[in-house]
């Protein structure tokens, strides 16, 4: 299956739950080895201006080929046009309360209705300044809801490391949660700054700095518009719904113990006026530079 990251958008809302640039985006395409032509990752369904359903497809092998299909769907549910719920499948969902327009908890539960995460918001001119994450290690924790969950809050670079430490929690005895808080700074409208801190029983054991060094001055189509996305494949990040511009180049450095890793992605656009309609993401990763592409179809 192909990784997706999944984003919230986390600024005071605005039109709660209402996605309405000039066009709205109704596929996302990639490219995959041995597959000829694009490759279809998402397919988003509308409800007038409401985004109400992602369909999710990934590969399967069978029979010594590679078939598209639809392998989950995430259903989304409003009051009032404001986001309330998120149905991830498998039992798996998100509950999302507020402080007047602002996002103030929200709760994820797995299938024997346990709650698995929370977080918590604090806003500053109208902007997020902070969230603060609590992972439960017992209860169900289903990996590709897991893998989505941590997303909703880290670039990819940090998802590997983030998995890592919840099960060295899970294993260690009398922890029975990990926290992680995050800090934001801002440049004018878009985010510069994401400070990590990963810690357990008020340990800290890990650090993260997210720098976004440069934007672009073109249109960023998911900018305060609604409050849940998927970006299928690239390193964006939250920035994608805080941000007024599309990034140009993003830096992470991780550091736990004497582990110091950093990470550059740099992005790239294509444009139909002011809106990307294809994006590229370079990396290097042990002296090879991988590379991602994703097409934006909009109606």
Known sequence: MLLLTLCVSFNSCQKEGVYNPKQKICKIYTEVEDWEGKFLLQEWTWDKDLLIKIDNWGLTFE?????????????????????IKIDHGDGFYS???YNGSDYDKMETFDNSGSIVMSASYTYKNNKVSNIS????????????????????????ELISKTFKSFENTKKSNGIDEMNINLDYTFHGDNIKVIDVLYSYMGINFATAKVTYVSHDTKQNPFYKKFQMVVVPN????????????????????????????????????????DFPVELTESQKIFGMEITTKLYYDYK
Do not use: C, W
């Not at 010594?64 to 009051?79: C, K, L, N, Q, R």
């Not at 939250?238 to 550059?264: A, C």
């Open 234 to 273: 690239a390193g964006i990040g939250m920035v994608n719904l805080e941000s007024k511009n599309n990034p140009l180049e993003v830096v992470t450095t991780y550091s736990e113990e004497l582990e110091i890793e950093t990470i550059t992605v740099k992005f790239s656009y294509t444009y139909d006026g």
């Open 63 to 83: 029979d010594g080929e590679d078939y598209p299909e639809i392998y989950g769907t995430d259903h989304f549910y409003y009051e009032k046009k404001r986001l």
């Open 133 to 156: 994450l609590t992972l439960k290690t017992e209860g169900v924790f289903e990996k590709t809801v897991q893998a989505k969950l941590f997303s909703f809050f880290l670039p990819k």
């Open 95 to 97: 509950k999302i309360s």
